[in-house]
């Protein structure tokens, strides 16, 4: 590949790979003793490579260079000048002026420049200091610089090739203890120190991506020459960053195919056509299509592992029972492991009624049974009386036998992690996996989240659902919200009132909470009314109860805990409130609302609460503005930032730093296709060449992970 043609880059005398520069702390750089190394600690940087790999979050443009005597009024302009005087302005709170006024003087005229705040560079600005200044030249009290930056040059002479001063200067988070220049000139020193950085992806993936190599787009993201060429270095970043999550991911799949002996689960369609034909509607589109791409994954002899995505109320669970019944059909058993009690009784439920009159036997198992309950269910899963068992992670406890079992339907917050398919192993077996998603994501979160998996869509809902009409009220209106709840009720139906969240930490504080708002609805606000109260700390049986006198009916008002978040099904309720919306995560409110999307009468929710943070303000508004939860998935990405959208998940995925998800799809979608078609031709990258990249990788996600290039 052609030498690179960046004035920055150095030529290649030195070679230093990305672990050897991981190897080298930042104190050998001359200007980083003790007090800048902390500093530099608290931002996370020690090595060199962390260093150069501390990108900008923006740059400033001083490629509009100009003489004081040729600035143009609105116009964003850099000049070089020789300080002249200092002075404060604005209202001076507390003594201290909130900004300062710089006369400037370059040899052809004179011009102040306004700084706001950054007090503490005011004392370095003594007369005949030189400095750089760029900002728009305006009209307040006479024409002068709004500073958006303003860096003390040593020599103003050499402009134009400096760490500090060339055209685009790159701004990168600081902190306490180091200022942002003092930070850009260690990086400038850095790359120096650096020499020639070999890049570790093939030099074939490069050219037909046509992306920069490594080292010249370390340095032009640093220190620019041009907007182009920053995008350029920037892409090749995000590409690099994707690439090797994508490799991992590849990796992974791979690994479960080849390290599990999957076998074909194939069904005569006998159990599936009866429960179909029992249905009371007929199913989607959407939903044939996915029930057709799971049981193929089935019949197959891989094992499976397939994500199946649908918007709340889009009809997983029919997708689900039909997979089921293929595993017991082809004599085998199937389980459904749900994240919470009150979940899986509520699978429990609404399973055994849908197959109430099909000849497969439904078990529950909880960590809440009596012991004699226990050992009934626990039998009758080794003995294979039980064709499909429904609980939470009891499911996967040690003493739990099962005589057969060939699929595992799971949530997506409890898919399984690489330990609780070791304890599947350990039993011998290997069950096809069906992870269910209620929480849409962007297809290019999936494609990283879920990377390793194949991925179906349900991507239509069922006919006649109509939107829910959804309000925003104030918690001082919020009898406006239980005088619609009146009404709904009036009709004959029925609403759910949502406790407001509280810390995870703090489940008796949640309990005393969803005991005062339950007693204040049943004795001021619906004295009339039959209401219960749900909550987590309820005995298994109390919620079983509570549960059914909701299906049934006879309770008219459920005052609940987010227990009910995902997969309760009352169609018949028509309105939900949720007290303290502002605290609720965007994706929890659209669960929640869901849960009154269900039947024909038209649904409405209201959001109480007071949002104080512009954050919460955006979630309110993003839940009135859309119905459809992928807009909203996309909508709580922007709001929340994708910094620990990795972490949260527990995939085992390091967090992305460059990669944006929703502005680089493209970009994933090519990485992707390398990475999976390299990984294809060389599995566990034995290849010299490969050598480099693997290395990476292996250090991008902890080389001691069992399956990664495990042969
Ligand atoms: N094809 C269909 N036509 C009409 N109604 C359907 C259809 N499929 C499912 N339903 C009904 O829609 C409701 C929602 O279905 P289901 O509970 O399976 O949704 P879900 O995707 O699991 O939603 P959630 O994630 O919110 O729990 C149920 O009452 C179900 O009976």
Same mark, same amino acid.
């Given at each position: 590949m052609a030498w690179p043609s960046s004035r920055i880059a150095s030529p290649p005398d030195t070679l230093t790979t990305l672990p050897e520069l991981r190897a080298r702390p930042v104190t050998e750089l001359p200007g980083c003793g003790p007090g800048i190394a902390a500093a530099l600690e608290r931002l996370g940087i020690e090595s060199l490579a962390d260093l150069i790999s501390h990108y900008p979050s923006r740059h400033e443009d001083l490629s509009n260079v100009k003489r004081i005597s040729r600035l143009r009024l609105g116009e964003r302009a850099t000049v070089v000048g020789r300080v002249v005087s200092v002075r404060g302005v604005g209202r001076p709170v507390r003594g201290r002026t909130p900004g300062f006024k710089v006369q400037l003087y370059d040899g052809s005229g004179y011009i102040p420049a306004v700084v706001w705040g950054r007090e503490w560079l005011r004392g370095q600005l003594v007369p005949e200091t030189w400095v750089v200044v760029s900002g728009e030249v305006q009209r307040r009290y006479g024409i002068q610089i709004a500073a958006r930056t303003l860096e003390i040059v040593d020599d103003p002479g050499s402009f134009g090739d400096g760490a500090h001063t060339g055209k685009f200067v790159p701004i990168y988070p600081a902190g306490r203890g180091i200022t942002p220049r003092r930070l850009r000139a260690l990086i400038h020193r850095a790359l120096d120190a650096a020499g020639y950085i070999p890049d570790p992806l093939p030099v074939s993936v490069l050219e037909s991506r046509r992306l920069p190599n490594l080292h010249d787009a370390i340095r032009e993201v640093h220190f620019p020459e041009s907007r182009d060429r920053l995008q350029r270095a920037m892409r090749r970043l995000v590409f690099h960053e994707l690439f090797l999550v994508q490799i991992g991911l590849a990796a992974r799949k791979m690994h479960l195919e080849r390290s599990e002996p999957g076998r074909s689960n194939r069904g005569d369609g006998s159990l599936v056509n009866r429960y179909l034909n029992g249905l009371p509607?007929? +199913?989607?589109?959407?939903?044939?299509?996915?029930?057709?791409?799971?049981?193929? =994954?089935?019949?197959?002899?891989?094992?499976?592992?397939?994500?199946?995505?649908? =918007?709340?109320g889009s009809g997983k669970t029919a997708v689900a029972i039909c997979a089921l019944l293929t595993a017991i059909e082809a004599g085998r058993q199937g389980a459904i492991m749900a994240p919470t009690e009150v979940l899986a009784e509520q699978h429990y439920l609404s399973v055994s009624n849908a197959l109430e009159e099909l000849p497969v036997e439904v078990v529950l198992l909880t960590g809440s049974q009596t012991a004699a309950e226990r050992r009934v269910c626990l039998n009758a899963i080794e003995n294979g009386q039980a064709h499909l068992i429904i609980g939470t992670h009891a499911l996967i406890q040690r003493h739990v036998r099962f005589r057969d079992l060939s699929l595992v339907v799971v949530d997506e917050q409890h898919r399984f992690g690489v330990s609780q398919r070791a304890v599947f192993k350990e039993k011998g077996i290997?069950?096809?996996?069906?992870?269910?998603?209620?929480?849409? &994501?962007?297809?290019?979160?999936?494609?990283?989240?879920y990377g390793d998996l194949e991925v179906s869509v349900i991507d239509e809902l069922p006919p006649g659902r109509k939107p829910v009409e959804t309000v925003h009220v104030e918690s001082a209106r919020r009898m406006e919200a239980y005088a619609a709840v009146e009404e709904e009720l009036d009709e004959g139906r029925q609403a759910y009132v949502i406790c407001p969240l509280v810390e995870e930490s703090e489940a008796l504080e949640e309990v005393?909470?969803?005991?005062?708002?339950?007693?204040?609805?049943?004795?001021?606000?619906?004295?009339?009314?039959?209401?219960?109260?749900?909550?987590?700390?309820?005995?298994?049986?109390?919620k079983r109860e509570v549960m059914a006198a909701?299906?049934?009916?006879? &309770?008219?008002?459920?005052?609940?805990?987010?227990?009910?978040?995902?997969?309760? =099904?009352?169609?018949?309720?028509? &309105?939900?409130?949720?007290?303290?919306a502002e605290r609720f995560g965007l994706s929890q409110l659209h669960q929640l609302r869901g849960r009154v999307c269900r039947g024909e009468h038209p649904p409405r929710c209201f959001l109480v609460g007071d949002p104080q943070t512009e954050d919460s303000r955006a979630r309110l508004d993003a839940m009135i503005r859309y119905q459809d939860g992928f807009r909203l998935s996309e909508a709580d990405l922007a709001i929340r930032g994708e910094g620990t959208l990795f972490g949260s998940r527990q995939s085992g995925m390091p967090d992305l730093k460059v990669a944006k998800l929703l502005r680089?799809?493209?970009?994933?979608?090519?990485?992707?296709?390398?990475?999976?078609? +390299?990984?294809?031709?060389?599995?566990? +990258?034995?290849?010299?060449?490969?050598?480099?990249?693997?290395?990476?990788?292996?250090?991008?996600?902890?080389? =001691?992970?069992e399956w990664l290039f495990r042969e």
């Open positions: 509607f007929a +199913l989607t589109g959407a939903q044939e299509r996915v029930v057709e791409e799971v049981l193929a =994954d089935m019949s197959s002899e891989r094992p499976m592992r397939r994500l199946v995505q649908g =918007d709340v290997s069950p096809d996996t069906l992870i269910m998603t209620a929480t849409p &994501i962007p297809r290019t979160l999936s494609l990283t989240l005393r909470a969803a005991e005062e708002l339950y007693g204040e609805l049943s004795e001021k606000v619906f004295p009339h009314r039959r209401v219960g109260l749900l909550h987590g700390r309820m005995s298994a049986a109390e909701f299906r049934g009916g006879g &309770i008219e008002v459920l005052v609940a805990t987010v227990v009910v978040e995902v997969g309760v =099904d009352v169609p018949n309720a028509s &309105i939900i409130v949720i007290e303290g680089d799809v493209e970009v994933l979608v090519e990485a992707r296709k390398e990475a999976f078609a +390299l990984v294809a031709n060389d599995p566990y +990258l034995r290849d010299p060449a490969h050598g480099p990249l693997k290395r990476e990788v292996e250090e991008l996600l902890g080389a =001691d992970i």
